[in-house]
Structures are given as structure tokens and as C-alpha cells.
């Protein structure tokens, strides 16, 4: 009985460190002051995601969620242009994964109000191989291209290398300066309860484990 | 005419048999049978070409009448061709060069012959059906400017269509076929047959070419190691569509009339590339409604036991008949040694056929678990890899991917590990051996160039020698072998050589040309004015004179040669034997006399022992005397202690008008064309490199990827540093590049230069790297290093 009730908690060990790497994942709150583009002539404006695979011949190992989109004064306009593995609606959620193996691309046009907002929730698994999946941001203007940013010639706003399990986020102003953007990490809520579900359960363990080593003594 | 030319696909050429100088069976191949000329009609071939060197079976002028027992087993050879069903194609061969090609400085004596011969040629097989064909020259060429001689090839083939039509029977009408220059494709040349058939007007005139691919991926040079576009798939489209619009979509059908790969049995073209230029040049050649008639020299179809040797390339050829054959991007798989196995994709080429089934030996492979297919993507799954991840390198298995119409696309799954090289050394004057574990790894390609940039081997226009002719791999004997063409004349410095793998792997090695340490003494003379003690005359291969006063560099006399063919002068020590080990280079002064442009060899002899080497010369200037300076190691006998004598050689068969020779010594001094070269492992760059991934930017339409390269170390790293983007996807091209580049080569194996200056300990650069959009697949390549002196 005691050999059953400690291979029990190590089994409950087992199982918070699997769901700790099965859920690996990244949660952002973005923010974008679009201010510069109510009223400009270049719109209608499209936001535009993408989950690219790097070196996993479109695994699916990566996936994107995000929702709660606001745009200030603005709307969401139409329905989505989906290519690869992307799904939804700005005016509800949008989800992309990496099964695609060159291309995983989402764009929505939308009206600017003087900023927009929405949460992203990015798995962050590696892709062996050396080319990390990658999810981008960008905005496109009137002819779906993107606007130009002070990225490194990819025009985007948000770039997430999935190169470890704890990646980098990069964000980029317009060229101009005039469109900024904050990505800021949301404490992930599931995660606590999780945590806080397996630290009870191995307090009540060592509880019981402690009372019945007394008993036998 | 289209409709008959049709119905002669596909065609197969007798090659190197009838044409084989002077005999049928001089090339190798058996006498052809009635059996074999059944059999090639049985393979499902509706036409055969013959093709005839009539040179050595004719007479002197002004005759010139042919051999009849040759014309009699022409005719048979016919005959049976005839009775098997097929179309039959004879010509004129290798006459094109041995004699017709002579049109522009004798052009009547030539006239002459050619319409003696096909004057012979037509009254023999006047009344035969018009399923016979001839053509009027095989590849014509004439030495001199294309202008010029396209001008010759419409007098030619103007004075064959005259001859044919003039001999009477069924000749009146009987189809001819008109080369084009070199039977090449390019516009101006087929625009010239076009206006030789205009002015001819005749309705039963047939226009063919030849195809033996894009040059530089034909012979493997330049890095063209992919049936790829543009390059490639281009020069097709481009030849086959010129012809299908001058001639095809004019009224006049065309015959591809032989075609192939230039370096074939060999491993220069790669398997799975070889398969796939086949497969779409019949298949577009067919598009485009051109007959193809493929060059079996013997190499395809054996004449003895009627087996195709290759029958995979037959049942694609077959198959290209109806539709197209499936392939992929490759036909390799490899699985690399001490690294994790993972799912790896190849691009399939379907071409209109649908995927049934993915088979690994006799087993059926299970879709979704040991393999998915999306779109035209195969991922073979790693759990279905890992198996073959152990034990010996090299091939472990044949995966095929069977289609529901043609043959299975055969995938070679490879074990391997990077091969490795080692240090060397050796000497300039002949072949040189990179000591190479291969370890399971297929030799792609060779890349030299020295520090300064300058490419290095003997084509100096690209840096990719040509496989097989500069370099090639000696897989049995562990080593690269670069070819007795490749170092001699190099100069010294430093030659940083990449060999690329199928693999994707590029191992870096170095060799370094240096003079060799030189000796000093006197030197030990063999002529002056007259032989030295104890040296012979042992010429009764040519007639000389050792005391010969026309020409003379130095004293009163010299040696006067007058050789026949293939004759040589030869002299022999017979005195005391002499060490001759301290002695490096023979010395000797030549002329050529009031004629010149001999062609001489020399080689050593050592006892009885003619060799082992030998080396030319250039060809003789008249009237002037050469100081020639031969290192001993290029004739194999430095260092020798037993040298007994030497001789110089007429290299032709025909008569050499008369040559001196005067001063011969041996020297103890290196002679300043003999090198040292010392093969070396370089060191790794130090540097470090970390890849982004992809994002589409739909301003630009390319797919960015941004590439960090850091220096970890605490020591400044010397520039420039370059980034290679080895094995780049066959899907894309390296458009542009941004952020600190400073320099971008956008071509078939691109390459940046990161920076010129020193890289500061620990700084970083960011590079970002645009590719071309593809059509599907995602863009992979292999980014390699370099920087300070082993930079490119």
C-alpha cells in the first residue's frame, strides 16, 4: 500500500510536468495606436497574421489563438482570407497553426479607430531542424501590402520567433513612427490553477503518506 | 509529312556501329543482327536511325565508289530494319567532320565526294518504300564563322535534296531530313534551314536538331547539379519551342534525332536527375509534336541479351509516350548519423498522375503513420526513419512511390554521417588525391577558388569544376581525385576548395601551391653539340641527325628529327649507370623548324621500363627556338635513381615535318612549374549563426527570413564574412537582402557578404534574406560560414 501511494504521487509528478511541456505557450495583450490611419486614404486597411513553419514540413506543432479584439471607434470589416492551416473572424476569434509548410496567413480588413487591442496565446514548441516557426503581425493597406515598418525588410509590426519555449517577442514601429505597439504578457490563469490543483494534491498526499507511516509505526 | 514523322515516335538510333571508323565493330559493339533490329521493334520503337561513316568504304576521286560488300550490308541492315515495321533513317555521319567539313578551303573536291557518295547511296535504294529516309549530314560543321558556314550547310543541303531528286524511283518523293547547323536550335541557325527549305519547296522535307541538354548540367559544371529552372527545364522549353515554331507550326515536321545526356554512366549527371531530364524532354519534345530518337551507343540496350540496361529509364521513356512519369525534387533521402531523426519531406512531382500508395521493400507503408501526403508534399515519418538510422553507412532501403499510371518514383534512403577529409601532400604535376571518408555521403559538386577570389582548375569561369573532367570521386579508395588538368599551371598561393554532398553537407579543405625547396649542383648534359659519354642514338624510329647545322641554339650542331607517324626519337644511356635522383627537370631547347606545329611527346625511360608518364607539348613554333623546362615528377621519375634515357615522340599518325633539338640536360634546380602542394583541414569558422523564420511580406512579394551571425568568442574574427546559402530549395532564389549586407549574389547557389571588416568580440550582425515566393513547399537550404582567409 505505501509502495501504491507513493508511485501514485509520483505518477501526479508526472503528469504536472507533462502538462507543463504540452502546454508551453506564450499569452500577449497587444495594443496598437492606430490614430495615424482614421480617415487615411491608403485603407481599407486589413490586419494580417501569419504561423509559418520553420523546419517541421508543416507539423502543426505550433498553434495561435487570438481573440478579444477591440478596435477603439473602428470595426472589423468582412470575413477573414484564409491560406494553410488559419480560421475565424476578427470580430470573434482567429486561429492559425503551422501546418502549412510554407505558408499559414489570416487577413481581415477592418476600420481604424484610434487604437485596436486583441490577446494572442501562442504555443511555443521547437521545430528541430535550425528554422524556428515564426508568427508575424502586420497591417496591409488598401492593395493588401504591407505597411512599411522599421523591421528588418519584412514590413511587419510583431515578429515571435519559436525558437524556445520562453521566445522573444519583437515589435517594430511603422516607418514613419506614427503606428506603435506594446505586446504584454498575460499572466496565464490555467496555468496558476493548475499549479495551485497539484499543490494541493501533493500536500493531501504527504497528509495521508504522513499519517499512515505513523500508524504502521 | 507531320503526320508520318508521328508515326515514327519513338525513334531509336544503331549508334557507334555502322558509324564506328573504319569497321562496324571498331567501337565495341557486336555485328548487328536480324534478331537485335527485331527486338528493337518489339521494344515498342517505330523508327530507327542509322547512322552510316561511309570515309573508310570509299574509293579514291575522282570515283570515289563505295566498298560493295559495305553498300550490300547497308542494305541489309535496312532490309531488316525495314521488314520489322519501323521507319529507317540513313546518313552520312561522322563524314561531317572527317572530310565535308573541308568545304570551306576545297570545296569542290568536297562537292565531289558528296555527290559521288550520295549519288551511290541513292541509286542503290532508289526504289525502296518512302519509309526509308536520308538525311543529308550528321551535326555539320565546318571551322569556320556561323555566317560562313550556315552559307556552306544551304549549298549542301540544296546539292543533297538536287542529287536524291535526280536518281530516279521513289527517290522523286522520298522524305529527306535537313540538319540545321551542329543540328543545334538556337533561332538564327534554324532561322537559316528554314530559308534553305523555303527556296527548296519541296513538300517531303523533313527539319531535325539534336538535344543533349543544358550544357553546364549535361556535363555537371558550374554547379548545375539540378534538372532545375530556369536554367535546365528552360533550355527544353526554349529549343523544343523554337523548332515547334519555325517548322512544326509552318508545315514541316521535326526530328529530334538523337538525344541524351553528354556525361552519362557515370555519377556526374545524378541518378534521379538524369531520370527526370529524360522524362521531361520526351514528354515536351512529344507536346510539341517532334519525333525523338534516342543515341544508344550501346549503352541502353543490350545487343546481346536484348535487356534494357536501365529499364527504369525505358519504362519513363515509355511512359512519356502517353502521358508523363512521376518523380520528385530528388531522389535521395538522407538520414544523418548522431542526429535526431525527423519527419523529412520531399516535394513530389506528380505530373497529372495520383499517389496510390508509399512502398518500402515488399512492405506497404501506412498513410498518416508512417508517412502523410499533403498537396504534393511526402513526409516520410521519422518513426518510419529511424530504423535505417544505425549500422553501416550507405543505402538502406528504396522507398517507391507508386502512382496509378507509370513506373514508381524510386527515393534512396541514405545513412550518413558528414564526411570527413584529411591532410596531405603531394605535387602539382599530375592527379592529386583528397583523402575523403565518405561516410554513406554522394560527392555533388566541387567549388575551388583561391584566397584572392580567383576561381582555380582548369575553367576559369566558374568556380564549380566539371565533374569527371577536373575531379572526381573514388569512392572505393576513400578520395577526391582532382585530375591531372587541375593543378599544373595553378600558382601558388592558397586554394580553398568546398565539396558538396547530396547530402547538403560542404566540407571545406585547403591546399596550399608552393615551390619546392630547390636543388643546387651542376648539371649532369646529355647533348651538347654531341651525345655525352656512354649516351646512344636509339632512333630507328625516325630518321635524325645529332650533328645537324641548319638550326642550332647553342654550338655547332643540333638534333634534327624528321618522324613518321607516331615515330619518336629515343636516347639511351648505355654506359656506367648514373644516380640520377639529385636531378629534377630535364631541360632541353626545341624548334620546329621552317614548318612547325609538330605535336611531340616526352617520356622517360627507365631500363626497360618506358614511363611511367609522359606529357606533351604545345604545338611547335616555326623558326624558333623553346626552352623547355619538364619536371621529372610530372614524367613520374623524380627522385629516380635509375633514368637510362629519353624520348621525344611524334603525337599524330601522320608524317611531322622535321624538328631540332638541342642542349639537354638534367637539372637539379625544381623547375619553377613543379609545386609543392600541401592539402590541409581548415579550421572552422568560429562564428555562429541563428535563423529566423519566414514571413510573407506582401509589399515585396518574397518571403523574408532574417539570419544572425555572432562572433561568442572573446577574440576579434578577420572579414570578410560570408553567408552561403548552399542546396537552396529548387522552389525559390535568393531575391534580395537587406539589413548589414553589404554584398548579394542572387544566382543558382547564392552568396552575401556580410562584412568586410572584423567582427568585435561577441558583436552581432542581422542580415535579412527575401527569397522569391514558391509555388509550394516550404524553402530550405543549408547556410554555411566564412570568414577571413578561408573566405571565398
Do not use: C
Amino acid at each position: 500500500m505505501k509502495t501504491k501511494t507513493v508511485l501514485r504521487a509520483l505518477a501526479l509528478l508526472g503528469a504536472l510536468a507533462v502538462a507543463t511541456v504540452s502546454k508551453a505557450q506564450l499569452q500577449l495583450h497587444v495594443a496598437v495606436d492606430t490614430s495615424s490611419l482614421v480617415g487615411n486614404p491608403g485603407g481599407p486597411y486589413s490586419l494580417d497574421f501569419q504561423l509559418n513553419d520553420g523546419s517541421g514540413w508543416g507539423d502543426s506543432n505550433n498553434t495561435a489563438a487570438l481573440s478579444n479584439f477591440q478596435f477603439g471607434t473602428g470595426t472589423a470589416v468582412g470575413s477573414g482570407s484564409t491560406f494553410g492551416g488559419t480560421g475565424g473572424d476578427l470580430s470573434s476569434n482567429v486561429w492559425l497553426t503551422d501546418s502549412n509548410s510554407l505558408l499559414n496567413d489570416f487577413y481581415q480588413g477592418f476600420t481604424p479607430g484610434s487604437w485596436l487591442s486583441f490577446d494572442l496565446t501562442l504555443t511555443t514548441n521547437v521545430d528541430g531542424g535550425g528554422t524556428p516557426d515564426l508568427f508575424s503581425f502586420a497591417i496591409l493597406d488598401g492593395a493588401l501590402m504591407n505597411l512599411p515598418t522599421q523591421s528588418l525588410g519584412s514590413d511587419t509590426f510583431m515578429e515571435i520567433n519559436l525558437d524556445s519555449a520562453s521566445p522573444s517577442v519583437a515589435t517594430f514601429a511603422s516607418l514613419d513612427g506614427l503606428i506603435t505597439i506594446t505586446a504584454t504578457p498575460v499572466p496565464e490563469a490555467s496555468t496558476y490553477g493548475l499549479g495551485a490543483a497539484a499543490l494541493l494534491a501533493m500536500m493531501g498526499l504527504s497528509r495521508r503518506f504522513s499519517r499512515r507511516q505513523k500508524v504502521s509505526v | 509529312m507531320q503526320m508520318y514523322v508521328e508515326a515514327m515516335q519513338p525513334g531509336w538510333n544503331l549508334g557507334n556501329t555502322l558509324d564506328a571508323i573504319p569497321d562496324e565493330t571498331s567501337w565495341g559493339n557486336p555485328l548487328v543482327t536480324q534478331a537485335l533490329i527485331q527486338q528493337i521493334a518489339a521494344q515498342g520503337y517505330k523508327s530507327i536511325r542509322i547512322p552510316i561513316t561511309w570515309t573508310a568504304h570509299t574509293g579514291a576521286a575522282p570515283g570515289y565508289t563505295i566498298d560493295p560488300a559495305w553498300m550490300d550490308r547497308v542494305q541489309q541492315i535496312v532490309d531488316w530494319s525495314l521488314q520489322s515495321g519501323m521507319y529507317v533513317l540513313i546518313n552520312t555521319h561522322h563524314d561531317s567532320w572527317q572530310w565535308i567539313s573541308a568545304m570551306p578551303t576545297d570545296h569542290d573536291a568536297v562537292v565531289a565526294q558528296y555527290t559521288a557518295v550520295w549519288t551511290q547511296i541513292s541509286t542503290r535504294f532508289a526504289n525502296y518504300s518512302n519509309k526509308l529516309m536520308f538525311e543529308s549530314i550528321n551535326e555539320p560543321q565546318f571551322a569556320v564563322d556561323d555566317a560562313t558556314a550556315m552559307t556552306l550547310l544551304d549549298d549542301l543541303n540544296t546539292r543533297f535534296v538536287n542529287i536524291v531528286r535526280a536518281s530516279g524511283g521513289a527517290n522523286a518523293t522520298r522524305p529527306l531530313v535537313l540538319p540545321s547547323l551542329h543540328t543545334n536550335s538556337a533561332q538564327n541557325i534554324i532561322d537559316s534551314l528554314s530559308a534553305t527549305m523555303a527556296h527548296l519547296n519541296d513538300p517531303n522535307l523533313i527539319a531535325t536538331i539534336h538535344y543533349y541538354g543544358w550544357w553546364p548540367f549535361s556535363v555537371n559544371i558550374a554547379g548545375d547539379t539540378k534538372f532545375n529552372d530556369p536554367a535546365s527545364i528552360g533550355d527544353v522549353n526554349t529549343s523544343f519551342d523554337n523548332v515547334y515554331n519555325t517548322f512544326v507550326a509552318k508545315g514541316i515536321p521535326v526530328i529530334v534525332g538523337e538525344f541524351g545526356v553528354l556525361e552519362t554512366g557515370n555519377d556526374a549527371v545524378e541518378r534521379g536527375e538524369f531520370l527526370k531530364y529524360f522524362e521531361y524532354v520526351t514528354q515536351y519534345a512529344r507536346a510539341k509534336g517532334l519525333t525523338h530518337m534516342i543515341w544508344d551507343a550501346g549503352q541502353d540496350f543490350d545487343r546481346t541479351t536484348f535487356q534494357w540496361k536501365d529499364p527504369e529509364l525505358f519504362a519513363i521513356l515509355k511512359q512519356t509516350l502517353t502521358g508523363r512519369a512521376t518523380n520528385a525534387e530528388s531522389d535521395l533521402l538522407f538520414i544523418k548519423s548522431g542526429a535526431p531523426v525527423q519527419d523529412t519531406g520531399i516535394n513530389l512531382n506528380l505530373n497529372g498522375n495520383n499517389f496510390v500508395s508509399l512502398q518500402d521493400g515488399s512492405t506497404t507503408l501506412v498513410a498518416g503513420k508512417d508517412y502523410t501526403l499533403n498537396g504534393s508534399l511526402l513526409t516520410v515519418k521519422a518513426s518510419e526513419l529511424a530504423k535505417y538510422a544505425s549500422g553501416a553507412f550507405g543505402e538502406k532501403t528504396v522507398l517507391a512511390v507508386n502512382v496509378n499510371s507509370g513506373p514508381s518514383w524510386k527515393i534512396h534512403v541514405r545513412y550518413y554521417s558528414t564526411p570527413v577529409v584529411s591532410p596531405t601532400v603531394g605535387t602539382n604535376t599530375g592527379t592529386f588525391a583528397i583523402p575523403t571518408a565518405f561516410n554513406g555521403d554522394l560527392l555533388s559538386t566541387l567549388e575551388a577558388r583561391y584566397t584572392n577570389g580567383m576561381d582555380a582548375g582548369p575553367t576559369n569561369w566558374t568556380p564549380y569544376q566539371q565533374f569527371n573532367y577536373a575531379f572526381s570521386p573514388d569512392y572505393a579508395h576513400n578520395a577526391v581525385v582532382l585530375a591531372n588538368n587541375f593543378l599544373p599551371g595553378m600558382p601558388t598561393g592558397t586554394i580553398n576548395v568546398a565539396l558538396h554532398f547530396w547530402s547538403g553537407q560542404i566540407v571545406n579543405y585547403q591546399l596550399t601551391l608552393q615551390a619546392k625547396a630547390s636543388g643546387s649542383g651542376s648539371d649532369y648534359v646529355i647533348y651538347d653539340d654531341a651525345l655525352a659519354s656512354g649516351w646512344n642514338n636509339w632512333s630507328s624510329w625516325a630518321a635524325n641527325n645529332l650533328a645537324d647545322t641548319t638550326q642550332v641554339h647553342a654550338g655547332s650542331a643540333a638534333i634534327s628529327v624528321t618522324p613518321g607517324g607516331w615515330g619518336g626519337f629515343v636516347l639511351q644511356n648505355g654506359g656506367p649507370a648514373m644516380d640520377t635522383s639529385g636531378y629534377h627537370t630535364l631541360v632541353f631547347w626545341i624548334n620546329g623548324g621552317p614548318t612547325g606545329g609538330q605535336s611531340i611527346g616526352i617520356g622517360p625511360i627507365q631500363g626497360s621500363v618506358w614511363g611511367p608518364g609522359s606529357t606533351g607539348l604545345p604545338a611547335l613554333q616555326a623558326n624558333t627556338w623553346q626552352k623547355v623546362e619538364i619536371p621529372l615528377s610530372s614524367l613520374g621519375v623524380d627522385g629516380s635513381a635509375g633514368i637510362t634515357g629519353f624520348y621525344f615522340q611524334n603525337w599524330t599518325g601522320t608524317d611531322a615535318p622535321t624538328f631540332y633539338i638541342d642542349d639537354i640536360h638534367l637539372s637539379p634546380v625544381q623547375s619553377s612549374s613543379a609545386l609543392d602542394v600541401i592539402g590541409t583541414v581548415p579550421t572552422a569558422s568560429t562564428l555562429t549563426m541563428t535563423k529566423g523564420g519566414f514571413t510573407l511580406n506582401r509589399r515585396t512579394n518574397q518571403m523574408v527570413q532574417s539570419v544572425t551571425i555572432t562572433n561568442p568568442t572573446d577574440s576579434a574574427v578577420t572579414g570578410p564574412t560570408y553567408l552561403i546559402l548552399d542546396a537552396l530549395s529548387w522552389n525559390t532564389t535568393l531575391a534580395n537582402a537587406n539589413g548589414s549586407t553589404q554584398y548579394v549574389v542572387p544566382s543558382a547557389s547564392p552568396y552575401i557578404l556580410v562584412s568586410n571588416g572584423t567582427l568585435a568580440p561577441h558583436q552581432s550582425l542581422t542580415v535579412s534574406l527575401a527569397f522569391t515566393v514558391p509555388s509550394s513547399g516550404g524553402i530550405t537550404y543549408n547556410a554555411r560560414l566564412l570568414s577571413g582567409s578561408s573566405s571565398l
